[in-house]
C-alpha cells in the first residue's frame, strides 16, 4: 500500500522490451497483471521493441506465425522460418555500436537474442527478455507480476477486473487503445519521460530499455531514478 493506502493495480500487456514508461508503471503498481490471454495485435508490442535511430526511431522486430495472428497472446508461436535474429542484431549493431557500453553488453544481448531459437512461444522469450534487461540495470521489481492466464478470477472488462482485485487506481498500456481494452475508470500515470544524452543529436522518447543500457549502464540508475 501506499501512505495514502490505496491500492494500485497496472494491466499491462506484456511487450518484448519495456521502456521507461513501461517500468515506472510497474514501479509505481502494488500489482501489474500481464494480459497473456487477450489477442495477439500487430499493433502492440509484445513482438516488437522502439530503438534510437541517426532518422529518429525504428522498432526491432520478431516474426509470428501467419495462423497464430488471431490467437491470445500466450498462443502465438515464433516464426523460426525466417531469419529475424541477426537481422535483430545488425540493426542493433549499427545502431549503438558508438554507445558508451555497447561493447560490454553486447555479447550479452547477443546471447539473449539467440537464445530464442530454443524458444517456439514468443511469449516465454518475451518474459526472459525482460527479466535480463531489469538484472542489466540492477532493476529491483517491488510489485507482484502475474499473468491473467494465473489469474481464476480474470476478466477482460478492466473496470470490472479492478473491482475484483479491489484496486483503488489502475493504470493502463500508454497510448495501446488499438489493441487494448480501454476501462472507463483507468488513471494516466503522472509521468515526465527523462531527457537523457542519447548517441545520436536530439532526443527521442519511449525508446525501449536497450537505448538507455548501452549509453549508461551501471550509471542507469541516475535516470531510473527520476520516474
Same mark, same amino acid.
Given at each position: 500500500?501506499?501512505? &495514502?493506502?490505496? %491500492?494500485?493495480?497496472?494491466?499491462?500487456?506484456?511487450?518484448? $522490451?519495456?521502456?521507461?514508461?513501461?517500468?515506472?508503471?510497474?514501479?509505481?503498481?502494488?500489482?501489474?497483471?500481464?494480459?497473456?490471454?487477450?489477442?495477439? &495485435?500487430?499493433?502492440?508490442?509484445?513482438?516488437?521493441?522502439?530503438? =534510437?535511430?541517426?532518422?529518429?526511431?525504428?522498432?526491432? !522486430?520478431?516474426?509470428?506465425?501467419?495462423?497464430?495472428?488471431?490467437?491470445?497472446?500466450?498462443?502465438?508461436?515464433?516464426? %523460426?522460418?525466417?531469419?529475424?535474429?541477426?537481422?535483430?542484431?545488425?540493426?542493433?549493431?549499427? !545502431?549503438?555500436?558508438?554507445? @558508451?557500453?555497447?561493447?560490454?553488453?553486447?555479447?550479452? $544481448? =547477443?546471447?539473449?537474442?539467440?537464445?530464442?531459437?530454443?524458444?517456439?512461444?514468443?511469449?516465454?522469450? @518475451?518474459?526472459?527478455?525482460?527479466?535480463?534487461?531489469?538484472?542489466?540495470?540492477?532493476?529491483?521489481?517491488?510489485?507482484?507480476?502475474?499473468?491473467?492466464?494465473? $489469474?481464476?478470477?480474470?476478466?477482460?472488462?478492466?473496470? =470490472? #477486473?479492478?473491482?475484483?482485485? =479491489?484496486?483503488?487506481?489502475?493504470?493502463?498500456?500508454?497510448?495501446?487503445?488499438?489493441?487494448?481494452?480501454?476501462?472507463?475508470?483507468?488513471?494516466?500515470?503522472?509521468?515526465?519521460?527523462? @531527457?537523457?544524452?542519447?548517441?545520436?543529436?536530439?532526443?527521442?522518447?519511449?525508446?525501449?530499455?536497450?537505448?538507455?543500457? #548501452?549509453?549508461?549502464?551501471?550509471?542507469?540508475?541516475? $535516470?531510473?531514478?527520476?520516474?
Amino acid at each position: 500500500m501506499t501512505e &495514502s493506502g490505496k %491500492h494500485i493495480l497496472a494491466i499491462l500487456q506484456p511487450v518484448l $522490451i519495456p521502456n521507461l514508461h513501461d517500468l515506472a508503471t510497474i514501479q509505481a503498481s502494488h500489482t501489474v497483471v500481464l494480459q497473456d490471454t487477450e489477442q495477439w &495485435s500487430r499493433k502492440g508490442r509484445v513482438h516488437r521493441a522502439k530503438i =534510437r535511430t541517426p532518422e529518429g526511431t525504428q522498432y526491432l !522486430n520478431v516474426p509470428v506465425h501467419t495462423q497464430d495472428r488471431k490467437k491470445a497472446i500466450r498462443e502465438v508461436r515464433i516464426d %523460426h522460418s525466417q531469419s529475424w535474429i541477426p537481422l535483430i542484431l545488425r540493426a542493433i549493431e549499427f !545502431n549503438y555500436r558508438n554507445s @558508451v557500453y555497447y561493447d560490454f553488453y553486447e555479447p550479452e $544481448i =547477443r546471447a539473449d537474442f539467440t537464445s530464442a531459437r530454443d524458444e517456439e512461444y514468443l511469449l516465454p522469450f @518475451v518474459l526472459s527478455m525482460r527479466k535480463r534487461l531489469f538484472q542489466f540495470l540492477q532493476v529491483k521489481i517491488r510489485s507482484e507480476i502475474s499473468l491473467a492466464s494465473k $489469474i481464476p478470477d480474470y476478466t477482460p472488462d478492466p473496470d =470490472r #477486473f479492478a473491482k475484483k482485485l =479491489r484496486a483503488d487506481i489502475y493504470y493502463q498500456e500508454k497510448n495501446a487503445r488499438h489493441y487494448q481494452r480501454q476501462g472507463n475508470n483507468r488513471i494516466d500515470i503522472d509521468f515526465a519521460h527523462p @531527457v537523457y544524452r542519447q548517441h545520436f543529436e536530439g532526443f527521442e522518447p519511449y525508446c525501449c530499455l536497450l537505448d538507455l543500457l #548501452f549509453q549508461y549502464g551501471p550509471e542507469s540508475f541516475r $535516470i531510473i531514478d527520476e520516474l
